[in-house]
């Protein structure tokens, strides 16, 4: 056949766009305010498509079971985990962290867990949403 | 007036380093005649990311995540090689599931490189609809490694001693569904490649390799064997648990008869390539042993026995693009005393001139894709001091090469 390609040219004009239309159908005219307006209830957000399971997104610390070991700080490629003296605690920095999950594996406790949240861009590496402690 | 007799010359066009028919920064100088290809010169040294020097300060497990981000494409290759490597050096045996796991990813990623490069190469020649086409089965093909693995690209399923995650029985079934959509848009893109005459056209007989330019020139992987060389680190030295899967080096005769070793070989052989694999997949799921996946569940403990090592091992793989070579050098510190790697492009790129001789200047950009070149693992030593960089001599870098091995030796 000359035109392989043909046919299936044709039927991807009936067919539904594969694109997930996230986080809305058409670019808002004021990021911001719709933003809000989704706060508020007024506008929808289109869903993200689903992660698997066991996806690594942003990592989960419980603090309270931590034992300050810092063998988390010892595997971490990135160095994106800092070590708190004082409180013998450990604060992670999710700009840096290349999510491995290295030191989910290593922690003798289990206290370090991957969530499926992965919406972390941020304008400030240093932004709340980006640390973890 | 008396007119000027001019001589006929060839003239020279620079492309790249940075190109907007070029993905990554590569400096080609072709001298051209007319619309042929006179001669063409290759340099390289644009993309240098120091990612061995990042590696001195590191410890073996965080060198696996540095080693994946060689290559976006290869990030499951670069990290076993590797893994490879400090297992010689540390005498690890892996476990048999783990080698059955290992050669899962391993064809998995193949799978994804290759439709990858024939979008590609289709949209080279200008055939977009078959990049889509190819990129929509790739997709399919991501989502399963998500599946496994936990992310789309960054696999990070490596770990020195086997893998980080399981295949456990209720995931089979899902594996099975993607691996018979993979088969079933097989025969639909066998077809297009083979048949369709826009493809023909820009590929048989462009930028041939014959098989006594890959010999000399030392290509790898897909490349050489596109031009009738039966090199394939599986077959030849039977790593993981290809020695018990039946595999045999392929090369395009095994379809058409013939090899040309012109881009339309390349072609086929890639897409001989995807089969095989898929083939590889379905062996393992069913060959594949009950038992542990990793020699060395705890990490710490891990770390601990990496840094009584002393010695060197080296690792070899083949990775999408051809055989990855991975040396390392442990001497009881945490991090190791060097770390070499070899990426598969480092070969493919001396055939590019055979191959680009000869050629119309509309031929560069699939003939060069042929390859499926890698630029930026190629990319392992530039200069740089008081601001300039400059290049070395092959005299200067014989002698750094001899300095280097008494070095390592003492
Ligand atoms: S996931 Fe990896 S990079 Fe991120 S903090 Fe843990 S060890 Fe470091
Ligand atoms: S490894 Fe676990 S217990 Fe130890 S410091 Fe890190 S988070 Fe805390």
Redesign the interface.
């Known amino acids: 056949m000359k035109f392989t390609m043909l046919p299936s040219v044709f039927a991807q004009m009936f067919k539904k766009p594969w694109t997930n239309k996230f986080p809305a159908k058409y670019i808002p005219a004021n990021t911001t305010k719709f933003l809000a307006d989704v706060g508020a209830g007024k506008a929808k957000l289109i869903p993200p498509v689903e992660t698997p399971p066991n996806f690594r997104g942003k990592i989960v610390y419980d603090k309270e079971k931590c034992i300050g070991c810092q063998l988390c700080i010892k595997v971490c490629p990135c160095e994106a985990i800092e070590f708190k003296e004082k409180e013998k605690k450990i604060k992670i920095y999710l700009s840096r962290c290349c999510f491995c999950s290295q030191c989910n594996d290593i922690c003798p406790v289990s206290c370090l867990s991957m969530s499926d949240e992965f919406l972390l861009a941020d304008v400030d590496p240093y932004s709340k949403d980006l640390i973890v402690e | 007036m008396k007119q000027k007799t001019t001589t006929k010359t060839s003239y020279h066009i620079p492309i790249g380093p940075i190109h907007p028919a070029l993905k990554e920064p590569v400096f080609f100088e072709f001298e051209i005649d007319g619309e042929r290809i006179v001669d063409v010169d290759v340099k390289l040294g644009h993309v240098h990311r120091a990612v061995e020097w990042a590696s001195r300060k590191?410890?073996p497990?965080?060198?696996?995540?540095?080693a994946?981000?060689i290559c976006g494409i290869c990030s499951y290759s670069h990290p076993v090689a590797f893994a490879l490597a400090v297992e010689d050096a540390a005498d690890i045996m892996i476990p048999e599931r783990a080698e059955y796991l290992r050669v899962i990813q391993g064809e998995l990623e193949r799978i994804c490189s290759h439709l990858l490069w024939a979008g590609v190469a289709a949209h080279e020649i200008g055939?977009d609809?078959?990049l889509f086409?190819t990129w929509?089965v790739r997709?399919r093909t991501l989502?399963l490694t998500?599946?496994l693995t936990?992310?789309r690209i960054?696999k990070?399923i490596t770990m020195i001693g086997g893998v980080?995650?399981d295949i456990t029985k209720d995931m089979l079934p899902r594996i099975q569904k993607d691996l018979d959509y993979l088969k079933e848009c097989y025969g639909k893109l066998g077809?297009?490649f083979l048949?369709?005459?826009t493809i023909k056209l820009r590929s048989q007989g462009a930028g041939i390799l014959t098989k006594e330019d890959a010999l000399k020139l030392c290509a790898v992987g897909p490349t050489t064997r596109a031009s009738g060389v039966k090199k394939d680190v599986r077959v030849d030295t039977s790593y993981f648990a290809y020695g018990d899967l039946d595999i045999d080096c392929i090369t395009p005769a095994d379809l058409t008869g013939t090899v040309n070793g012109d881009v339309y070989d390349r072609i086929i052989q890639r897409l001989l390539e995807v089969k095989q694999s898929i083939d590889l997949i379905e062996q393992c799921v069913d060959k594949m042993p009950a038992g542990d996946i990793v020699a060395e569940p705890k990490?710490?403990k891990l770390?601990a026995q990496l840094k009584k090592v002393n010695g060197e091992g080296v690792g070899r793989h083949e990775a999408p693009r051809g055989e990855v070579i991975h040396y390392v050098k442990l001497d009881g510190n945490d991090a190791p005393f060097t770390w070499k790697v070899r990426a598969p492009t480092y070969n493919n790129i001396l055939p590019w001139i055979p191959m680009l001789k000869g050629e119309q200047i509309a031929d560069i950009p699939i003939v060069a894709a042929s390859t499926d070149p890698c630029i930026s693992c190629t990319n392992r030593v530039g200069i740089v001091k008081d601001g300039n960089k400059y290049e070395l001599t092959k005299e200067q870098l014989h002698k750094m090469s001899v300095e280097k091995t008494r070095r390592l030796m003492r």
């Open positions: 590191r410890n497990i965080q060198i696996l995540y540095i994946e981000r055939f609809t078959v086409f929509q997709e989502d998500e599946f936990g992310n960054t990070a980080r995650r077809k297009i048949e369709d005459k990490i710490a770390l």
